[in-house]
């Protein structure tokens, strides 16, 4: 449950002030699907940040599960990203050093998860996403699609409640960006929030909820 | 995040910057092998001094004739006096002091030695039986200088001497010429090298009494006295100054010194020395230290998206900043040992050049330099690691 109170984020500009979020209000229900549109600069990012724990709000209230979140300290605030929410990036940000493997099993690692653990889990993630014969191979010999389907199981190691997307599909071509939706789709249907922000009126419009942003505030919210 | 996962994540990154790493190792060798090298250097050169110190004879106590210091002088120099010689009769009063076990009175000269057709200058010394025990010489074959009879015409030459004047080997028992005096060969010294400046080899011994008339003087070149004991050193030293003051009319002119204050002089100058190439090649570590920390702050600048990442996906602030510790752990570690190898590799090579230098490096200074690696690559760490762990998750994910 995601429960956000007259949320303003306001960013400096020299002297300009930029109100990305203008006093939001939004309730979103475990288990929902939903999109978030926009034209660009209307705030969807920062929606999204506010609601992973990326970013805080100026002012107003956040309540994540039942507790507020507003005033947490930097480093619950980590422990809450790691434990109850998954992003998943337009670019992908996996580590270019690291195996596909070791990307998905970065989150187990940073969770203190014990080795045995970690690899059953990483085992099962390349098995549910069609990525066990690219195990051991680095980001830049995949494909984006491949890539994208890496960034999804690192996003899901931890069973996160959320799965936060923004522009999942952005880099990818329309046949591979359906796929990659369909994977969320999926996981959705296992029964995460599922919230994506998209220019796509067509990938948009097969959210459940469709949320459309202007000017840091919500104009449309239609099921 | 525990610490061995740390290490290990942060070893994988090392090995895959291999080029920035190995720069970074590179200068950390260094600077550590040049602080073993040039430490081993140093107290090589320590430990020769003292070695041809101590090679000179036990509870040593060296008189020679004049004052050696330098404020106020010899009281006497004013007037345009002289400082009074040195006598056997000197040498004879200080040999009586109870704190003395045995005394050499030492004259030196260059004389014409020939033998079996062959003629050249060498070096003599003239001394008593007592030289051989108290310079800890020893003989290769015959007899020294026999006690009681200083007065006969004996010869003891240097080993190389022998074998240069009598290549057939019977040495003892020829009979030589030195300058216009006839002697007799009673002994040959074992060969033992270079001494304080006298190579032992190269040299003749006789008795002090022909010597003397050899060289047409009767004043003495040093007395060298041996105290009974470790302890009575000092006290032997005043006593042997208070004699001598008495029998040179309450004057203080001649120099005492003892082989433990000379060396306790050269080893304190020496170990200076080494302290202080050490501290200088540390200067090359705390310049290596600068690289770390300029390359880990491009590292940070670099893997700003990668920071922003691992924060998104849940890394507190600490796990951050202990991945770029242990990333300067690492090549500090790796640039400590390998400098430690190569050091100790440089002081084998220095020691097989210079077999006489016993170019070991001291155990403090290769602990001293593999600390200040690690040191000074932790403390490189600390503010680019801070850096990173401060960076903003969003901004950092778009990178700026
Ligand atoms: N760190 C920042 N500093 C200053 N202004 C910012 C910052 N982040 C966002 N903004 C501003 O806040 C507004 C909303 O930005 P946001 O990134 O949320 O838009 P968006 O809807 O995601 O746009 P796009 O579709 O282009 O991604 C924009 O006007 C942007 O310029
Ligand atoms: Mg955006």
């Known amino acids: 449950m995601i429960r956000l109170a007259e949320i303003t984020r306001v960013f400096h500009m020299g002297d300009q002030e930029v109100r990305a979020l203008n006093n939001i209000s939004i309730d979103i229900a475990s288990g929902e699907y939903v999109s978030i549109m926009g034209p660009s600069g209307s705030g969807k990012s920062t929606l999204l940040n506010v609601i992973g724990l990326l970013d805080r709000s100026d002012s107003g209230h956040y309540e994540l599960d039942g507790t ?10 980590a422990r809450v990203r790691r434990e109850k929410i998954g992003f998943v990036f337009q670019s992908f940000h996996l580590v270019p050093r690291l195996t596909a493997a070791e990307n998905i099993g970065l989150p ?13 889990r990483v085992d099962a993630a390349l098995d549910a996403f069609d990525l066990r014969d690219r195990a051991h191979h680095r980001p830049a010999e995949l494909s984006g699609g491949q890539r ?33 939706m369909a994977l969320l789709e999926g996981l959705h249907h296992a029964g995460t929030t599922l919230i994506v922000v998209t220019h796509d009126r067509e990938l948009g419009a097969r959210a459940h909820r469709h949320i459309g942003m202007r000017d840091g505030e919500i104009v449309a919210d239609e099921t | 995040m525990t610490p061995l996962d740390t290490l290990k994540l942060s070893f994988s990154t090392v090995v895959s910057y291999r080029t920035r790493s190995l720069l970074i190792v590179l200068a950390m060798a260094l600077g550590v092998a040049a602080v073993v090298v040039l430490t081993a250097l140093g107290d090589g050169a320590r430990r020769y001094v003292v070695g041809q110190f101590s090679s000179l004879g036990t509870n040593l106590v060296i008189v020679l004739p004049g004052r050696a210091e330098t404020s106020g002088g010899f009281p006497g120099a004013a007037l345009g006096q002289t400082p009074r010689d040195l006598t056997l009769e000197d040498a004879r009063f200080v040999g009586q002091l109870p704190q003395v076990r045995r005394y050499a009175p030492l004259n030196v000269g260059v004389a014409e030695l020939t033998a079996g057709g062959r003629l050249r200058e060498v070096t003599v010394l003239g001394s008593t039986a007592e030289l051989l025990p108290i310079r800890s010489m020893k003989l290769a074959q015959g007899s020294f200088l026999a006690h009681g009879s200083e007065r006969s015409a004996q010869i003891v030459l240097g080993s190389a001497l022998a074998r240069e004047f009598f290549p057939d080997g019977t040495v003892v028992g ?5 300058g216009d005096s006839r002697f007799l060969v009673s002994g040959v010294l074992a060969s033992q090298g270079e001494s304080m400046g006298f190579n032992t080899d190269e040299i003749a011994i006789i008795p002090i009494d022909y010597a003397q008339e050899l060289f047409n003087t009767e004043s003495l070149f040093r007395i060298l006295v041996e105290a009974k004991s470790r302890n009575a050193i000092e006290s032997a030293k005043a006593a042997i100054t208070h004699v001598l003051k008495l029998r040179h009319d309450g004057e203080e002119d001649v120099t005492v010194i003892t082989q433990d204050a000379v060396l306790a002089t050269f080893d304190r100058i020496l170990r200076a020395l080494t302290l202080g190439v050490a501290g200088i090649a540390a200067i090359s570590l705390a310049v290596a230290g600068i690289l770390v920390m300029n390359v880990m702050l491009v590292a940070v600048a670099q893997r700003t998206s990668e920071i922003g990442l691992l924060k998104a996906i849940g890394a507190p602030a600490a796990d951050i900043r202990r991945l770029f510790f242990a990333e300067a752990l690492w090549l500090s570690l790796a640039g400590g040992a390998i400098g430690f190898a190569l050091g100790h590799f440089g002081a084998w090579m220095i020691r097989l050049a210079y077999p006489l230098l016993p170019a070991w490096p001291p155990t403090w200074a290769s602990v001293a330099g593999v600390a200040t690696a690690l040191l000074t690559g932790i403390l490189a760490s600390l503010l680019p690691a801070a850096r990173a762990a401060k960076l903003d998750p969003v901004l950092a994910l778009s990178g700026k």
């Not at chain 1, 187990?108 to 059953?120: M, N, T, V, Y």
Request: aromatic share 0%.
């Open chain 1, 68 to 77: 507020d979140v507003t005033d947490l300290s930097e480093n619950e605030r």
């Open chain 1, 148 to 180: 994208q389907r890496v960034a999804i199981a690192r996003a899901t190691i931890m069973r996160p409640t959320a799965l936060l997307a923004d522009e999942p599909t952005g880099n990818l071509d329309h046949r591979i960006g359906a796929e990659v």
């Open chain 2, 174 to 178: 020829q009979r030589i010429r030195l």
């Open chain 1, 108 to 120: 187990l690692i940073l969770g203190g998860i014990d080795p045995a653990e970690r690899k059953s």
